[in-house]
T-cell receptor, first 109, second 116 residues
Framework: RKEVEQDPGPFNVPEGATVAFNCTYS??????FFWYRQDCRKEPKLLMS???SGNEDGRFTAQLNRASQYISLLIRDSKLSDSATYLC??????????FGTGTRLLVSP | GAVVSQHPSRVICKSGTSVKIECRSL??????MFWYRQFPKQSLMLMAT?????????EQGVEKDKFLINHASLTLSTLTVTSAHPEDSSFYIC????????????FGSGTRLTVV
């Protein structure tokens, strides 16, 4: 079993749609959680951290369920510029980040 | 915010040669930097953790004699791919964490290595 698992997609949605991505992780001792965005052939860029209480940043909402070892990202009112690969990232301790393979999102006009 | 500069962005080299990739933290000090490798349509895989003033820590399966890491200062880490082979062709990315911030790791822009 992979340490961090994501549905690779692609998710094809029209502009304005709401889309949700899920991620599960296997290490129950994982300490911190992030969503990164990666555009084609570019480096990952931090989208948001994920907190147990849930957190929101504009159109993006992240949730963490430690009991189920599950992380989610919700994007509302999708824009064309949201098209990218979204990486679920888990800090398993000692600053070691483990990346999911990413979920690809394609937003169409 | 924290900025990590990585050079070169792209390099093509012949089999058997060595390639050096630099990673610099521009506005913060990083006692630890991380080197990742990403093959097409795969996730980033941690290769090694670079520690300022001491030996790097390599992940299982990564050859330390092939991937030489030097972290001689608080703002610079280098990765040298020695005796490069075509299968070493990949996207190499470094990252560091600004401990003044509470979250997140900043990544360099990556180096696309092609070995011919």
């Amino acid at each position: 079993r992979k340490e961090v698992e994501q549905d690779p997609g692609p998710f094809n949605v029209p502009e304005g749609a709401t889309v949700a991505f899920n991620c599960t992780y296997s290490n129950s001792a994982s300490q911190s959680f992030f969503w990164y965005r990666q555009d084609c052939r570019k480096e990952p860029k931090l989208l948001m951290s994920v907190y147990s209480s849930g957190n929101e940043d504009g159109r993006f909402t992240a949730q963490l369920n430690r009991a189920s070892q599950y992380i989610s990202l919700l994007i509302r009112d999708s824009k064309l510029s949201d098209s990218a690969t979204y990486l679920c990232v888990v800090n398993t301790g000692f600053q070691k980040l483990v990346f999911g393979t990413g979920t690809r999102l394609l937003v169409s006009p | 915010g924290a900025v990590v500069s990585q050079h070169p962005s792209r390099v093509i080299c012949k089999s058997g040669t060595s390639v050096k990739i630099e990673c610099r933290s521009l506005d913060f000090q990083a006692t630890t930097m991380f080197w990742y490798r990403q093959f097409p349509k795969q996730s980033l895989m941690l290769m090694a953790t670079s520690n300022e003033g001491s030996k790097a820590t390599y992940e299982q399966g990564v050859e330390k004699d092939k991937f030489l890491i030097n972290h001689a200062s608080l703002t610079l880490s280098t990765l040298t791919v020695t005796s490069a082979h075509p299968e070493d062709s990949s996207f190499y990315i470094c990252s560091a964490r600004d401990l003044r911030q509470n979250y997140g790791y900043t990544f360099g822009s990556g180096t696309r290595l092609t070995v011919v």
